[in-house]
């Protein structure tokens, strides 16, 4: 019914004999799950991230914007970190670069048509 204490520290060395190919095995799944996380998840985002600092950056009078807060409006001037953005007639605004959310061109339609 019991083990003698030889059999069971025979038993013990044997399994850890094949410990390091088991190990790497074992972690192949986790590391399976990850590079599929980056290629479906974390590489697109960061390239829509990068498209928009881009637009962003490059915003200029006349474009259409969309703020963060879902105002859409005709930018006036432009500034180092600041936009005016016209929302309607003699309704002007100043913005933060940073909360703006999309950047249409010149031949966007404009919000109040």
């Known amino acids: 019914m019991f083990a003698t204490p030889a059999y069971a520290q025979a038993a013990g060395t044997a399994a850890?004999?094949?410990?390091?190919?088991?190990?790497i095995v074992s972690l192949l799944p986790l590391v399976l799950i990850f590079v599929v996380f980056y290629f479906l998840m974390i590489r697109p985002q960061q390239k829509r991230m990068k498209a928009l600092q881009d637009s962003v950056a490059a915003v200029k009078k006349g474009d259409t914007v969309v703020t963060a807060g879902g105002l859409i409006g005709k930018v006036t001037k432009v500034d180092e970190t600041e936009v005016e953005i016209e929302l309607g007639t003699n309704v002007k605004v100043r913005a933060i670069k940073a909360t703006l959310a999309e950047v249409r061109g010149l031949g966007a339609k404009p919000a109040n048509d």
């Open 16 to 23: 850890q004999g094949g410990g390091t190919a088991g190990a």
